[in-house]
């Protein structure tokens, strides 16, 4: 069973092969030095990434993570919901609409 939020909703634990493709395929997750900066205002595919496999991994929990990002839980929990539907594309924020209005994708 996976870690529940303080709202009910659940954090899925990833594989390895998860935390690698965020940790530029490295074997295990990279110290808290690699993650974006505290202060991250500009949030690129990457970075978002990078949260989302470090905590998935162990690495931070979802707490310390919101707290570290000023993220809410809500929007953690969405940049995971697209990364398991969409992949790393669908972090990108030209895409939100067309992943809420289940439009497909054209390919690039």
Request: hydrophobic share 35%; net charge positive; aromatic share 8%.
């Amino acid at each position: 069973m996976y870690p529940m939020t303080p709202d009910g909703n659940t954090v899925r634990q990833a594989s390895s092969s998860d935390a690698k493709d965020a940790f530029s395929r490295s074997e295990t997750p990279a110290p808290l030095a690699s993650l974006p900066p505290a202060n991250t205002k500009r949030w690129v595919i990457r970075r978002k990434a990078a949260v989302v496999a470090a905590v998935r991994s162990g690495f931070l929990t979802l707490e310390d993570a919101c707290q570290r990002y000023t993220l809410s839980t809500e929007e953690f929990l969405s940049w995971q919901r697209l990364i398991e539907r969409h992949g790393m594309r669908g972090l990108r924020a030209t895409r939100l609409q067309d992943y809420r209005a289940g439009r497909p994708l054209e390919s690039t």
